[in-house]
């Protein structure tokens, strides 16, 4: 089947401009993660969706950022105002979790990220 | 919080040569898990290897093994009989066992170079 897909592949902004990334999970996926992945960096917890459960934006670096999931599927994330600091590689991941369960694996599925240039 | 630490940057091995990349953590948590994920040029975050921290004994898929000291919080991935295939970024990264949040931590990276 079809793993998570991300769009655009590559995407070069002028500062100040804003931008929408989107995240195609794989189908029957509950919960999706968008990470960020700075030059030289691990990758770093932005927000995670679970089901129909209040988003956790606890990983967010300012109110610059958003994030919305549509019909519990199809992720953007938003950037307003862009700085340089924002180029980074954003990747989304999904996995398959009940909502309420803990402990597990839940392994997540990565996306091949999208690398945001701003100018 | 907890974090994770990769101090190798770089490593180099040879073609069908064995090498041990590094990772230690830092939790409070006593069940937790552990992954080795590997990011090639093409961007995407492959799954090498698991390990679940109740568990004892090594976890092991195929050439990647692991070698998890819970007291030392420590945990190294083996790659043996390297292949030019391996030559990747490699993440180590935690995971709480217990609660609704299941983001994963990762450490900065170890870029592994293989050689002829």
């Known amino acids: 089947g079809a793993g998570v897909s991300q769009s655009p592949s590559n995407k070069v902004t002028e500062k100040g401009k804003d931008v929408e990334l989107r995240c195609d999970p794989i189908s029957g996926h509950t919960a999706l993660y968008w990470y960020r992945q700075s030059l030289g960096q691990g990758l770093e917890f932005l927000i995670y969706f679970q089901g129909n459960s209040a988003p956790d934006k606890s990983g967010l670096p300012s109110d610059r950022f958003s994030a919305e999931r549509t019909g519990g599927s199809v992720s953007t994330l938003t950037i307003q105002r862009t700085q340089q600091e924002d180029s980074a590689v954003y990747l989304c991941a999904s996995s398959f979790r009940l909502a309420g369960e803990v402990g597990g694996v839940y392994e997540q599925y990565f996306g091949p990220g999208t690398r945001l240039t701003v100018t | 919080a907890q974090t994770v630490t990769q101090s190798q940057p770089e490593m180099s091995v040879q073609e069908a040569e064995t090498v041990t990349l590094s990772c230690t953590y830092d939790?409070?948590?006593?069940?937790?898990?552990l992954f080795w994920y590997k990011q090639p040029p093409s961007r995407q975050m492959i799954l090498v290897i698991r390990q679940e921290a109740y568990k004892q004994q090594n976890a092991t898929e195929n050439r990647f093994s692991v070698n998890f000291q819970k007291a030392a919080k420590s945990f190294s991935l083996k790659i043996s009989d390297s292949q030019l295939g391996d030559a990747a970024m490699y993440f180590c990264a935690y995971r709480t066992y217990t609660g609704t949040a299941s983001k994963l931590t990762f450490g900065t990276g170890t870029r592994l170079q293989v050689t002829l």
């Open positions: 939790t409070s948590e006593s069940d937790y898990y």
